[in-house]
């Protein structure tokens, strides 16, 4: 590497644009930030543009004066209370307002709750709470534990298998299957025990856009507590659901205003509408959320408590969220879930029309869903849904397919997540598209290679193709 030595230098004129980007050692000389900037950023130019992303469930649209107020905030350390005090408050407004779309029966002026990274912190304080309740109970009944487990369906995202992990709390998995497509409250029971912290229903499961039924697993839980003297909680990792039902379907009793529902997770980064990364953790009273967790601190007259596994974290996020609340109210959030949900019935629809597919059930309750090659469709297809996604890419679109959890792992199925900012304008170009990349496969002479690979291992547990 050259020295630099003309400032300057227009950006494509650099010696800089001939060289390959460091990527293991620290450069030895400064570089002009015009074409530091144009280095950094022309390495991101061929990932897909974020609009055309069905995959991710996180924000990829925020307004002007969201953009404006996070990037004001982009050097402020949430953890920094001294210096920046509003923002401490602010935060704990935010955890009151969804404490309160939550129903929390809790009447303390500044609600119990904390703000994480995202849903993978929430989760995991939730869930970290819940093991030390158990284990206080324990210690005082004069009984071990050391055994402690808790009990999710085979749809729980990867965040509980870190849970699981990283604090040796033993995960029992209820399977979800053709008959039972969401949590089954009866035979989650059966995976209880006395060393049993917590259930975890999901709202919004990652893997099929479903809701468990929480409703049911109160009522089933509460019988089996009477019975048994356990005091099974519940905790709900609503990620995506926590910021769909208050406003879509606020009847439906999934939340505090269950018995048994102690804490509840949510992404602010998904349908709270803010960007990456932000989450909340909310428990429906203090006495929920264990001492040891909980570093309380008192300033400005208000008291706030102070609870995480990160320290330094950035305060923009925060600002986002609460800027939202006031931007779209009720209604705002209301209006634009309430679209999202009906671009992505549209679009159920019009998979449905496709003799290729075939959708995985029966309702679209969140703005996500799944389908899977039509199974008679299935037997003579030369190809799976993965090249369906690969031919997709070429076109922009970034739509995932996967097998589903085990004892479904048989199926193929692809999804859709459907946010904000993608209009029905962009629904119909990315089904035109998919057309055309289902009749280009339709011309296959031979079956692809990914088709080869699962008649190969499908084969082999029996199913039988017609070509
Ligand atoms: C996305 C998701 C998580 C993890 O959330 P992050 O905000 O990405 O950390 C946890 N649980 C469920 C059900 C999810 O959908």
């Known amino acids: ?61 925020m307004d002007d004066y969201a953009t404006r107020l996070m990037n004001e905030a982009i050097n402020i350390n949430y ?62 009944q004069g009984k071990p534990y050391d055994k402690p487990n808790f009990v999710i369906s085979t749809g729980m995202q990867v965040v509980w298998e870190k849970f699981s992990q990283l604090w040796q709390v033993e995960m029992r998995q ?21 060393n049993t912290i917590c259930v975890v229903p999901i709202q919004g499961v990652t893997w099929t856009g479903l809701n468990d039924d929480v409703e049911a697993l109160d009522a089933a839980l509460d019988e089996y507590n009477a019975k048994t003297g356990y005091n099974i909680p519940i905790h709900v990792d609503a990620a995506s659901g926590g910021f769909i039902l208050p406003f879509l379907n606020p009847e439906k009793k999934w939340d505090f205003r269950l018995k048994w529902v102690l804490s509840i997770s949510t992404s602010g980064h998904k349908y709270g509408l ?30 706030i408590s102070q609870v995480g596994l990160n320290f330094s974290r950035p305060g923009a996020q925060i600002l986002g969220q609460y800027y939202n609340y006031i931007r779209l109210g009720f209604e705002g959030y209301k209006a ?45 297809a030369k190809w799976t ?30 999804r859709v997540v459907i946010k904000q900012g993608f209009t029905r304008d962009m629904a ?13 496969l339709e011309q296959l002479a031979y079956p692809t290679n990914s088709r080869i690979a699962y008649e190969k291992e499908e084969k082999q547990k029996g199913k039988v193709f017609t070509h």
């Open 1 to 61: 590497m050259k020295e630099e030595k003309y400032l300057e230098t227009p950006v494509f004129a650099s010696d800089r644009v001939l060289e390959a980007a460091p990527s293991d050692v620290i450069p030895k000389f400064p570089t002009n930030p015009e074409v530091a900037y144009q280095i950094v950023k022309e390495e991101t130019y061929p990932q897909t543009n974020p609009m055309l992303n069905l995959a991710t469930f996180v924000t990829t649209y």
């Open 79 to 140: 953890i920094d209370e001294t210096e920046y005090p509003r923002v401490a408050v602010i935060n704990g407004k935010c955890i009151n307002i969804l404490a309160n779309l939550w129903n929390t029966p809790e009447t303390r002026k500044w609600k119990t709750g904390a703000v994480g990274i995202g849903s993978s912190e929430a989760c995991m304080l939730g869930g970290i709470a819940a093991w030390l309740r158990w284990k206080k109970r324990r210690m005082e």
């Open 174 to 194: 209820v399977p979800i299957s053709r008959e039972h497509i969401t949590l089954d409250p009866q035979l989650a029971l059966q995976y209880c025990d006395e």
């Open 274 to 303: 803010v960007y990456p990364g932000l989450g909340w953790v909310i428990w429906k009273d203090k006495k929920y959320l264990p001492d040891e967790m909980n570093f309380s601190v008192n300033y400005l007259g208000a008291e």
């Open 336 to 380: 634009i879930q309430k679209n999202s949900l009906e671009i992505a019935r549209y679009i159920w629809g019009e998979i449905a029309k496709f003799p290729q597919f075939h959708n995985y059930a029966q309702e679209v309750v969140n703005p996500l869903f799944i389908w899977h090659l039509d199974q008679e469709y299935d037997k003579s």
């Open 385 to 414: 849904l993965y090249d369906l996604q690969d031919k997709l890419k070429q076109y922009g679109w970034m739509v995932p397919a996967y097998t589903l959890p085990a004892s479904l792992e048989d199926i193929v199925v692809m």
């Open 428 to 440: 119909d170009m990315m089904l035109a598209d998919m057309r055309s990349a289902v009749a280009e």
